[in-house]
């Protein structure tokens, strides 16, 4: 959790390749998308608790990585119960939720 204010702010992560970045800050992070970890769609977005690197191993080569930091009022950090791995959110997430986007380079 940030401290913003008086208040507190929830914000968890997505990460995903920089192919996709330009259709994710036009459209969002949309349900039923192909995944990059996987040969099938999925009807939800994959978020976690922390940006856990250990979890995209199995990209492919080449490929950079980009961090989201998503801080959406509907999206709590009871609803990851005791999974801090991941959540599967079945909505939009439109870029306007968009804490930050941050390009990585695993070394």
């Known amino acids: 959790m940030r401290v913003g204010g008086d208040s507190m702010e929830f914000s968890c992560f997505h990460i995903t ?3 996709r970045l330009d259709s994710i800050l ?11 970890r ?3 769609k999925t009807p939800h977005v ?6 856990d690197w250990s979890l995209y ?15 959406h009022p ?3 950090r009871e609803m990851f119960g005791d999974d801090p791995e991941g959540l599967a959110y079945e909505g939009i997430i439109y870029p306007s939720y968009f804490r930050a986007v941050v390009n ?3 070394i």
Do not use: C, W
């Open 57 to 71: 191993n199995n990209f492919k080569k080449n490929k950079k990585l980009i961090l989201i930091e998503v801080r």
């Open 104 to 106: 990585i380079e695993l």
């Open 38 to 40: 996987a040969s099938h």
């Open 74 to 76: 509907q999206i709590t």
């Open 26 to 36: 036009k459209y969002g992070l949309k349900p039923n998308s192909q995944r990059n």
């Open 17 to 19: 390749t920089e192919d």
């Open 46 to 51: 994959m978020l976690s608790l922390y940006p």
